[in-house]
């Protein structure tokens, strides 16, 4: 797949791309190996992507293992794939917000942007081996920032908690149709057990939320304004921001509160 061929397919199928939907679609060929590459398929692998749009990840990952889902949204675009692949793939005509995910070995996804968060924390409650995902630059960004950065946020510390992430390569706007306004990037997911210990995973990630919902005031302050109790006894890092702590000393924090039973 090209510019040409991507527009081609466009107007015969008489597609109008919408923003809502995140319909950006990749045109380079090149970018659409290299991402399906970096999933390292072995052909006995259950591949689930969302979004297939036009195909261009599709058909390369069918050129490897027999087992691909692929979920959209679209009918056009839905009709489109199946009209192209057949019974060689599994198509589910739906919102991968809301329809329940097969299981899966591997996941690749150039994501709509809108929904990228949901699909990302989704993605993250199923068991799997590797995911290589499109997702805009400042959003890998976040997912794999370090503690003092600008980026540090909620998303870096659930997929640290959960995941090695790490940003594979930058992928020009202009390898897009239409072209959006920012460039993307891959991003590599290894699922592995969380790096600390930690008692109650509501309280882990209430505590997060709290935390980064409110980045710029003091951690009591936070916690007071989402109605999670302090209790009086020493709690560490009420006078810090989230921002300033490690994923390991949040841990430690939401562990001191579950431990006091007060929330
Ligand atoms: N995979 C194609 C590519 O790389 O060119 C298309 C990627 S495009 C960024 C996102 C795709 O996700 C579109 O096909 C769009 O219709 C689809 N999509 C958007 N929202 C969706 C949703 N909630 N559930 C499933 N598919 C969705």
């Not at 990952?61 to 009918?75: Q, Y």
């Not at 210990?197 to 003091?218: Q, S």
């Amino acid at each position: 797949m090209n510019r040409n061929e991507t527009s081609r397919l466009i107007n015969e199928r008489n597609i109008v791309p919408k923003k809502s939907k995140g319909q950006n679609f990749l045109t380079d060929d090149r970018v659409a190996l290299r991402h399906v590459g970096f999933a390292s398929i072995e052909s006995d692998d259950k591949v689930l992507e969302v979004g297939p749009g036009l195909g261009i990840l599709t058909e390369k990952l069918i050129g490897i293992c027999d087992h691909v889902t692929a979920i959209e949204i679209d009918r056009k675009l839905a009709d489109h794939v199946e009209e192209v692949f057949g019974n060689r793939i599994e198509l589910i005509r739906g919102d991968a917000l809301s329809v329940e995910w097969p299981r899966f070995d591997r996941f690749v996804s150039n994501l709509p942007y809108s929904i990228s968060t949901p699909v990302i924390f989704k993605l993250m409650e199923h068991d799997f081996k590797k995911a290589v995902v499109m997702v805009q630059k400042e959003f890998a960004e976040r997912m794999v920032a370090k503690r003092g950065e600008r980026d540090y946020s909620r998303l870096t510390v659930n997929m640290y908690y959960r995941a090695e992430c790490r940003i594979l390569e930058t992928v020009p706007a202009s390898r897009f149709k239409p072209r959006p306004k920012v460039d993307s990037a891959l991003v590599e997911i290894v699922p592995r057990p969380a790096p600390f210990t930690v008692n109650d995973e509501t309280i882990f990630f209430k505590v997060v939320n709290a935390g980064f919902l409110h980045r710029r005031k003091k951690i009591r302050s936070a916690l007071r304004t989402e109605n999670i109790m302090i209790p009086d006894s020493s709690i560490p890092f009420l006078d810090d921001r989230m921002e300033t702590l490690s994923p390991e000393d949040i841990g430690k924090l939401s562990n001191m509160l579950s431990e006091s039973g007060k929330i």
